[in-house]
């Protein structure tokens, strides 16, 4: 299968990865890119002996398939990985407050009241839930109770995936827990016997980066023997033709053409429900009915000796009781020293979300000035910033919000009338780095299956056809 067997429309992790799996098996696969490079939202920017990312900073994996990967496409001597003896940290009632990774330091964190302690001892006595489309907030205040959710869940929804606890759908975007309470009937319960049956992988992750930044994630699948990239390839139109797709577009200024058996859209929602609109309008529907928090990046330089803070730790979360500009800080000189030159600190924080959409449209200056007013009392810091770069993501993070697995549910059904059609990108199955290289093997696996179908479906029509 030496020519194009495959299309993939969008050069993100989600579009490459999959590319990267297909040229594993000898499949020919081209990649169209509307950008004029590959990566989206991933891309690391060296500037004045900073190394700053776009979007996406780390990776957190427990999944065997991205070690293969990294093994296979020889990133292995560049991983570097983040110090997991760090500190996390919470804003607590204006102060910095250490997470508890331990039970026992839980039970003694200034974090919860004596109330909400015995609370989350009493977590293997709840009930299982019958709501197969719970909130967060609902999933959470249930096993865990209102502080809980308050003080820790709330910061890491906002925080890391700019979303909303009340609004988000607790199995899409907690899975994990989710099936411990399914299995084990308590999340406590499902822990410990992970543990104790040393599923080491099912409770702890490693979290790495690359010497050069992600970019070199990017870089090694792009440069695969067997994928094609085109940058600056736009798709304007899908045509089915039966068991062909067309797609049709600019590259480069000049209009394109190419048919494929099998295509795989990894483009944003939006622009995956329009391309497909006119083939079937209610998956066209379902997919522009998606919705995008916008967030903001800003990378902060600043002299290591004018912060006091001893930044410990990985940086920090917000929770919304706290009224903050800030959604969370991380303190990527102490994970990685060499992101910021010697004697200099790199503090990123992220801002927007769904609950300050608006921040988007101030300039750096403001956002770099409402940062700095933030940060200064949080970590004790008495100069200013010599460095700033902010990166700006008006579609940055899909939300998982309200029936969300119903309408994944409904996508697929559509999908299923459409055959060599699939999709992966990041409003399917998780955000992650990891989630977005684990799906592009699963949708590899199954185009590969297809076009070994087909391939014994001609093999075995040859010897009619000669006969006749
Ligand atoms: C601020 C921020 C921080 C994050 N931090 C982390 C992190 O630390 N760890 C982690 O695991 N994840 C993180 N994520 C999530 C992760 O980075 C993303 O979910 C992931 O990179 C998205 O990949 P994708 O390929 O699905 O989409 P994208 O990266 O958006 O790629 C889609 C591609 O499609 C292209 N395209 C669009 N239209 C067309 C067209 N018509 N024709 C051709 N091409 C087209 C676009 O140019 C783009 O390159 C973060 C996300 C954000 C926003």
Redo the contacts with the bound molecule.
């Keep these: 299968m030496s020519q194009t067997d495959v299309l993939i ?7 490459l990865s999959t590319a990267w799996w297909l040229a594993q098996q000898g499949i020919g696969v081209e990649v ?4 004029e490079r590959p990566g ?3 891309r690391t920017s060296h500037e004045e002996g900073y190394v700053t990312e776009r ?6 994996n427990f999944r065997p398939e991205i070690d293969s990967l990294i093994k296979e496409s020889g990133l292995e001597n560049s991983l570097r990985q983040r110090d997991d003896q760090l500190n996390r940290y919470i804003v607590h009632q204006g102060k910095l407050t250490q997470v508890p990774m331990l039970l026992p330091a839980l039970l003694t964190s200034p974090l919860w009241s004596l109330p909400a302690k015995l609370r989350l001892i009493a977590e293997p006595f709840i009930s299982r839930g019958t709501d197969e489309s719970e909130t967060v907030s609902e999933f959470v205040g249930r096993r865990l109770g209102q502080e809980v959710l308050d003080t820790a869940m709330d910061p890491f929804i906002s925080g890391t995936l700019a979303s909303d606890p009340d609004l988000a759908e607790a199995q899409s975007v907690l899975p994990r827990l989710t099936a411990l309470e399914n299995r084990y009937g308590s999340l406590t319960a499902g822990m410990l016997v992970n543990r104790v049956l040393k599923r080491r992988r099912a409770n702890t992750a490693d979290t790495f980066s690359f010497q050069g930044g992600m970019s070199e994630l990017i870089d090694a699948l792009a440069r695969a023997p067997g994928v094609t990239i085109r940058c600056g ?3 304007t139109s899908v045509i089915n033709h039966g068991s062909q797709w067309q797609v049709e ?1 600019v590259v480069n200024g000049t209009p394109n053409s190419i048919r494929v058996p099998q295509l795989v859209m ?3 929602a939006d ?1 995956s429900g329009k391309l497909l609109n006119p083939i079937d309008s209610h998956l066209g529907e379902l997919l522009c009915g998606i919705e995008y928090s916008p ?1 903001a ?1 800003l990378h902060m330089g600043l002299k290591s000796n004018t912060i006091k803070h001893p930044l410990d730790g990985t940086g920090f979360l917000v929770s919304k009781q706290n009224h903050l500009p800030v959604n969370g800080n991380l303190w990527m000189s102490s994970m990685f020293p060499e992101r910021a030159p010697q004697g200099h600190t790199l503090l990123t924080s ?1 801002l927007g979300g769904v609950h300050h959409p608006e921040q988007l449209h101030q300039s750096d200056e403001q956002l770099s000035s409402t940062v700095l007013d933030c940060l200064r009392p949080l970590l004790d810091i008495r100069g200013s910033a010599e460095y700033v770069r902010v990166e700006r ?1 008006h579609q ?2 899909p939300l998982y919000h309200g029936r969300y697995r119903a309408r994944i549910k409904a996508i697929d059904e559509q999908l299923s009338c459409l055959s060599g059609l699939h999709l992966n ?2 409003y399917i199955h998780g ?4 989630e ?1 290289i684990f799906q592009g093997q699963q949708v590899a696996q199954k185009i590969t299956k297809a076009l070994q179908g087909s391939v014994e479906e001609s093999r075995e029509s040859i010897p009619l056809a000669t006969a006749r």
């Design positions: 429309i969008g050069g993100g992790i989600s579009g169209w890119e509307a950008d989206g939202k991933i979007a996406a900073g780390l990776l957190v390839a736009c798709a577009g990894s483009t944003p622009v967030v990046v992220y993501h940055g993070l990108a990041n955000v992650s780095i990891r977005r």
